[in-house]
């Protein structure tokens, strides 16, 4: 368990000291505590939970209430923030390098078999479908 869990499990801020994590470790073992629970199913609820804050503030008192190290914040630079006035979008005028076609993996050049494949073939096994059903469904009905 980290420092970091044991805090949040007790529900005190990080640093705080030894009588408010002892204060917050108390309240929160006797809201958890398996003897207030009715039933068996609840009572096993009721003992993890109550396990679970007797660890964290067992990790608590063994490392000395650790306080955690600030940490640094970092800032954008003024000319990356963004603002209501700028726009992370390119403007109109400057060209991209790609295509938005080049992006997505589209090529244009078609070769003689994509356009057989696409223009012949296909749409032929398509007529052909429709005209094989078609003749089924007369069979069928006895034309």
Not at 64 to 75: I, Y
């Amino acid at each position: 368990m980290t420092d970091e869990e044991a805090y949040r499990t007790l529900a005190v801020e990080p640093g705080s000291d030894a009588k408010a994590v002892q204060q917050a470790y108390r309240l929160k073992a006797l809201e958890a505590h398996p003897d207030r629970a009715g039933s068996d199913t609840e009572r096993a609820v009721f003992t993890k939970r109550f396990m679970k804050i007797r660890d964290a503030y067992a990790h608590l008192r063994d490392s000395g209430f650790p306080v955690p190290e600030p940490q640094e914040v970092v800032e954008d630079p003024p000319e990356l923030r963004r603002t209501y006035q700028r726009s992370f979008a390119k403007p109109w005028d400057e060209d991209e390098e790609f295509s938005q076609a080049e992006k997505l993996g589209f090529k244009f050049a078609w070769s003689p078999e994509q356009v057989l494949l696409w223009g012949v073939v296909i749409p032929g096994g398509a007529l052909g479908t429709v005209w094989f059903l078609r003749f089924l469904i007369r069979v069928l009905h006895g034309e």
